[in-house]
């Protein structure tokens, strides 16, 4: 099974950037549909940016779009999220996940359950 690790979370100001990566091990993610999730304290988990398996497609909750980018790079075994002018309201433990079922189409309404394979998170913070 695949393995997932996030890292490059860390503590930015306001309209301020980071860029999060997964890198994979265990097996490629070539041919898994790829997303990125976070949660805030006290809430629920919510879908933040999915990349389809070709990478053709990309797909953004409302509350990133224009912020966010979600790419992968297959060679690297690694998805990133790229984000910028962030705000307060991004403080979240951010999670990478993956969709074992290769090849299948990303269907929308994303959600967890689309996803088999997960990160255990890293934390970013975004002060005001």
Sequence with gaps: QVQLVE?????????????????????????????????????????????????????????????????RDDVKNTVYLQMNSLKPEDTAVYYCAADNRRFRPTVVPITGTDFDSWGQGTQVTVSS
Excluded: H, N, P
């Design 7 to 71: 890292s490059g979370g860390g503590l930015v100001q306001a309209g301020g950037s980071l860029r999060l990566s997964c890198a994979a091990s265990g097996r490629t993610f070539s041919g898994y549909g790829m997303g990125w999730f976070r949660q805030a304290s006290g809430k629920e988990r919510e879908f933040v940016a999915a990349i389809s398996w070709s990478g053709r497609s990309t797909y953004y909750a409302d509350s990133v779009k224009g912020r966010f980018t979600i790419s």
